[in-house]
Structure formats: C-alpha cells, structure tokens
C-alpha cells in the first residue's frame, strides 16, 4: 500500500531529523576521547604475550605463569579498548549557540506529541 503525501513528507522528515541527530551525535563537540592507534598496538603486543604465556602455564605444570598470562592478556584488552585521555580543545560559542538554537525552537518529537495530545483531546 502506497503512503500518501502527508505521510512520506512525515517519513522525510523524520529521517532529516534522525540524520541530524545522528551527526550531533557523532560530531559532539568536546567528545574527542577516541582509541589511538598506539594504544590499540600496545594493547595487542600484550595480548599476544600474555597468550603466549598462558600456553607456556598450561603447557608446562606452572599454573602461577598461566594465570600472569592471562592477567598480561587481561591488560592488553583494556589497554587496546581503552579511550584515549586527552580531550580536544573545544570553543564555547558552539555550545552556546546550538543551546539557544534547541531552546528557542521546539524538536520534532516534541511537535508531535502536541499534535498527538491535540488529537486525543478531539482537536485537529
């Protein structure tokens, strides 16, 4: 069954507004906590030793090598996994203009559920 007009300009809109809220998301300012390559380099270079000295614990009868093993694979992972602790330089004019621009115009779910709430009182 096709959608009428007033239903796919509802779904385009819809989908612009899940664009541009996907892309804020993305794209926070002051969210620059990423992985570094350095880190996730590190991070394997540690697992690879920690798994080989778990099997050398397992291989040979020393649990005490196996379990420094797997402590070693352990911290690789949460090294690897781990986001990098600076934070990029972020400027408060954006913060502040996108905080006006959000306060003084209402958002697409909060226009909808006026509507919503206008027709359940029998206003269309």
């Known amino acids: 069954m096709p959608l ?7 779904l385009d809109e819809m989908e612009r507004q899940l ?3 996907d892309a804020d998301v993305v794209g ?4 620059g906590r990423g992985l570094s390559y350095r ?3 590190y991070g394997t270079v ?3 030793l ?7 614990g397992v291989a040979l009868p020393m649990i005490v090598v196996g379990v420094i093993g797997f402590v070693v694979m352990l911290g690789g992972v949460v090294l ?11 400027t408060g004019d954006d913060k502040s203009a996108k905080s006006t621009t959000r306060k003084s115009s209402p958002g697409f779910m909060d226009r909808m559920n006026e509507r919503w709430d206008r027709r359940q009182d029998g206003q269309q």
């Open 80 to 90: 690897a996994v781990t986001p990098n602790g600076r934070r990029q330089p972020s």
């Open 19 to 21: 664009l541009h809220s």
């Open 46 to 48: 540690l697992v690879l």
């Open 50 to 56: 920690g798994l080989g000295g778990l099997v050398a």
């Open 39 to 41: 880190r996730i380099v």
């Open 28 to 31: 926070a300012p002051g969210s």
């Open 4 to 10: 009428s007009e007033q239903e796919q300009r509802l």
